[in-house]
């Protein structure tokens, strides 16, 4: 039996598991899809929010502004790229002053440091880009952006290499109590465990129902986005933010940690895994987000992605004890992503409090090492080509990256076994081309090294299959 058994394995599923390999403990991890963090956690804005934003009292300002602290630390740790370059919620009119000084009230009593009011002389002379009709804005020194992904799978990798479990494609579809614990019945068999964490994103409400009667649902709502090639990513230098409405943070600017602009989201109730994109909803985006930035040139477009929020309809993430033993971190919206370390810190407290017993372990493993080559010095990359020819091989030609970058990822303790899974790894297809070219010759890499035949490769899900056979010899299959 196991002592702890997670279900999901998005950014909240993934730091719990981080958190609780600190200790002595049997832990599994049970996600339905073919790799980690591919529901919610791998598309949304990817900033780290300062935490002036959640309503004071509130589970979403409890653990916003803790949570932005511990992610810098655990990004530091995991060599994640997390860069901390500050965000202004811009005011066009007196209304939206007040509204300035609302969210400035309302983040000093959430505890964030150091947040300045600014003119409309200070906006441009620091973001010059910005729209000449934004006349004050309330800047947060605090809010940084991430690779959300990578941060996710550095805490599952690293739970794992300290002996945590991962269930890959093994969705959870009943759950009944089992002497001394829980039985959770999977796709790919039964797990016992002492405690549960139900950390399955828009599917919590689903969870949850399988062990309490109901007391929240989760209203599913879409955000789509725009991302932009690296010739737009040094339009603006901040997260630049609206205010606030009724449905939510609004539509945003902001450079991501690859360079790339990102600009989006807008908010529409949605199926739960309804990731399509909508012209209407681009349309929206595109013209709110050039009232902030008139000059982005939407032409450079290189993408366009949704992700889906888990909004509980308590209006606040929703943490605590279904039933015995098992805890719900359910209803994770915005800001989940700034959130999750500082949640899954609490939930290892709420289990210790019911019994879970924690034992620090000695050789606890907590560095992670991410070899990106193009961001190495001609000296270091000679080094490295030197140590292996395969990082002289450029295989991704619009993001650089090399041969020996993708056989990293084949071989890491968490292993891709899709292109996508590939890309979002080591960066292939991350660029311009968007893996047009890279793309057969990554998934040449991936058959070679996971001993499969070209057919079987993956483009992402369990069934996306990319080739079916040769037209040549005898056709497709
Ligand atoms: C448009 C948008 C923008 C956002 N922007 C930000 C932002 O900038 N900053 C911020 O802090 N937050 C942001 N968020 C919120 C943040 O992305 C989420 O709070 C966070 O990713 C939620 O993570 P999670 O692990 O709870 O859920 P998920 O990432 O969805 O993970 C849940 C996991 O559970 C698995 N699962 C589901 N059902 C089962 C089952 N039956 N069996 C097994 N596994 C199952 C899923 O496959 C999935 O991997 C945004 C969200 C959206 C949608």
């Not at 007040?98 to 440091?113: A, D, M, Q, S």
């Not at 004890?321 to 805890?327: G, R």
């Not at 899900?461 to 040769?470: A, P, R, V």
Request: net charge negative; glycine share 10%; proline share 4%.
């Amino acid at each position: 039996m196991y002592d702890v058994a997670i279900i999901g394995c998005g950014i909240t599923g993934s730091a719990c598991a981080y958190f609780l390999s600190k200790y002595s403990l049997k832990i599994a991890i049970i996600e339905k899809k073919n790799d980690v963090c591919c529901g919610t956690t791998r598309a949304n804005s990817a900033i780290i929010h300062a935490g002036y934003d959640p309503i004071p009292g509130t589970l979403c300002a409890k653990y916003n502004v803790r949570g932005n602290l511990l992610t810098k630390e655990i990004c530091k740790k995991l060599d994640v790229l997390c860069k901390e370059i500050g965000s202004l919620v811009l005011a066009f009119s007196d209304e939206e002053k007040e509204t300035l000084k609302e969210l400035y009230e309302r983040g000093i009593k959430n505890g964030v440091p150091d947040m300045e009011i600014w003119d409309g002389d200070r906006i441009r002379r620091e973001e010059p880009n910005v729209s000449e009709n934004a006349v004050a804005a309330l800047y947060a020194p605090t809010a940084a952006i991430v690779n959300p992904w990578e941060y996710g799978l550095a805490m599952a990798e690293t739970a794992v290499r300290n002996g945590a479990e991962l269930m890959l494609n093994s969705e959870v579809k009943s759950i009944s109590k089992a002497d001394g614990g829980w039985k959770i019945e999977t796709g790919s068999g039964s797990v016992e465990a002492k405690y549960v964490i139900n950390a399955a994103g828009v599917y919590t409400d689903i969870i949850h129902n399988m062990v309490a009667d109901k007391s929240f649902e989760i209203i599913p709502n879409a955000g789509e986005y725009y991302l932009l090639d690296k010739c737009e990513g040094e339009r603006v230098s901040h997260v630049i933010f609206q205010c606030p409405d009724k449905n939510g943070k609004g539509v945003l600017v902001a450079p991501t940690v690859h360079g790339n602009l990102i600009v989006g989201p807008n908010a529409v109730d949605s199926d739960r895994d309804d990731t399509a994109t909508r012209t209407a909803s681009l349309d929206f985006v595109r013209t709110s987000a050039v009232k902030s930035v008139p000059s982005i040139n939407f032409r450079e477009n290189i993408r366009n992605f949704t992700g889906v929020r888990a909004n509980a309809d308590t209006g606040d993430f929703v943490i605590g004890f279904a039933a015995e033993n098992f805890l719900d971190l359910a209803g994770i919206k915005s800001p989940g992503l700034s959130a999750a370390p500082a949640i899954a810190e609490d939930a290892v407290r709420m289990l210790k409090e019911k019994g879970l017993e924690l034992r620090e372990k000695e050789n606890f493993i907590d560095t992670r090492r991410h070899l990106r080559f193009n961001e190495l010095s001609d000296e270091k990359k000679n080094e490295v080509i030197a140590r292996n020819p395969l990082y002289g091989r450029v295989v991704c030609r619009c993001e650089t990256i090399t041969e020996g970058e993708i056989v990293d990822a084949l071989a890491s303790p968490i292993k891709p076994v899709s292109l996508d899974g590939v890309k979002r790894r080591a960066g292939t297809g991350m660029g311009r081309c968007q893996g047009g070219f890279c793309g057969p010759k990554v998934l040449e890499i991936i058959a070679r090294s996971n001993n499969i035949t070209f057919e079987d490769v993956l483009q992402d899900d369990t069934g996306s299959y990319i080739l079916t056979g040769e037209t040549k010899n005898g056709g497709a299959k």
